[in-house]
């Protein structure tokens, strides 16, 4: 799709405010500027705006561009300014001019109907303009202040042609059924009540799975769990870290320590976000250590995500300062592993950021994880030279439902290996197999694979269907003809593979089944 200019995004922009002031002629604005996808309004009106209001609202639109609408700047002085807005109801753009300092006020008008507070720059005509896409609303507030009146944020794009448009609108179809909640229902990952989606023990051990890719990559005999009470955040958990710490004398020998720590209760999904756990992993380091062990623990988050997980994550460098040493050592390390990556100049108070992200078929952008590293008041030790340093810290964040909602939707709902639940399970075909199942799956389980037994009274049919359906890689059958054979006839990935006894089973595992 062809980049849209800032330009163009802020004029379909008016267009999209013209349009609803046509459909909600009583309409109050606020605020309505471009974004890195489109643009959307804050507007002030008596009802809730649904799904066919954004419809006709983007037929207006399009209608407004057809119509060749000249841009049209005109400057006022304050006095006039605030007149001419509170005349026409715009108390939200009023209390905008109250707070500019120059003694003029410019507006842009679009033909003759339409006239708001801006300081443009716009295109001459809306015929350069092209298609208007209304996508969405969402609830916001005034100055994005909760104690503010509450306000419907309407957001837009704009596309050089219909064609484009139309592909768009495909893709927000497919997008709309594609939603990891909708796959995390129907493979049992999550289950609905009252409104509210939790996690099933499949997706809870999934999540636990994915948390533990994460801890074993740091050395065991290092590793500090602490608990802290819920309802702490990440930044109170840290301050209270370095507060215990910095009271305390601390020598050189007794570091690195690392602390793991989660923000949130995973099991429940809330208001259709999906961050709502943070797993945390605080280091601290003397700095003598520091600098080798960021490098380490960057090859470590990409292995994970690369080998794992199978994502080829990119990465953003944050950082306020890009001759830090540290920000060499993060891109030197991301560049050796082959790891896409741009280096941004941003205000970080002298911490350094290295934010790991993916974009998706839709060139939608998830942001999985991030790792801070910093020495600003930090807690300090006492060196060799029995002088006072700050300690090191590096701050690993993982967002691991995101993660999931990313593999669920991207692989329609196949996790890797790595993180399943379930790698295997057992069907015995009648009752009198059981026994003969439990005991091959506790074989098979002590080699490290996660095995279930399916004991229930269903069919074969049945019961085969249900575990292709939660995509368990293996499913190994007992009838009569294995239990004489002491051996097991196994599924793969939803082929017959044949008959296997143990030995040969555990080989083939070995070679196929890849759990990390």
Partial sequence: MTKISDTVKHSAAHVMAAAIKRVFPEVKFGIGPVTSEGFYYDIDIDKKITEEDLKNIEAVANE???????????????????????????????????????????????????????????????????????????????????????????????????????????????????????????????????????????????????????????????????????????????????????????????????????????????????????????????????????????????????????????????????????????SSVLKSNVVSHNQVLTKTNGVVETVFFVLDSFDRKWQLASLRTFTQNTPTYVDEKNENKNLFVTEIEVVPLRIIAYLLEENNGNLPTTIKETHIICIPIKSKQNEFASNFSKKIAKQGYNVEVDLRSKSIQNKIRNAEERKIPVILVIGNKEVTNNSVSVRFEGREVGLMDYENLTSFLSENLKIG
């Fill in 64 to 330: 407004i561009i057809k119509e060749n609408h000249k841009f049209t700047q005109i400057t006022l002085d304050k006095d006039s300014a605030l007149n001419f807005l509170l005349q026409n109801g715009q108390i939200y753009k009023a209390e905008l001019v109250k707070q500019i300092d120059e003694p003029e006020v410019s507006f842009y008008k679009l033909g003759e109907e339409f006239t708001d507070l801006c300081r443009g720059p716009h295109v001459s005509s809306t015929e350069e303009i092209g298609i208007i896409v209304v996508n969405k609303v969402e609830q916001s507030f005034w100055r994005d202040d909760p104690n503010r009146p509450e306000l419907q944020r309407v957001y837009g794009m704009v596309f050089r042609n219909l064609n484009e448009a139309q592909d768009y609108k495909k893709k927000l179809e497919i997008v709309k059924n594609k939603n990891y909640k909708t796959i995390g229902l129907s493979s049992n990952l999550f289950f609905e009540y009252e409104n509210s989606i939790y996690f099933s023990p499949l997706g809870a051990n999934s999540i636990k799975s994915l948390k533990k890719l994460f801890l074993r990559s740091l050395k065991d005999n290092i590793l500090n769990q602490t608990l802290f009470p819920q309802g702490k955040n990440n930044y109170e958990f840290r301050k209270i870290l370095f507060e215990n710490y910095k009271s305390k004398n601390h020598g050189y020998k007794e570091f690195p320590l690392i602390f793991n720590y989660d923000s949130t209760n995973f099991f429940e999904i809330k208001k259709e976000k999906i961050e709502t756990l943070v797993q945390t992993i605080i280091s601290m380091f003397t700095d003598t250590e520091g600098m080798s062990e960021l490098g380490i623990q960057i090859e470590e988050i990409v292995d994970i995500f690369r080998k794992k997980l199978l994502i080829d994550v990119s990465a953003d460098i944050l950082s306020d300062n890009l001759d830090d040493g540290k920000v060499k050592v993060i």
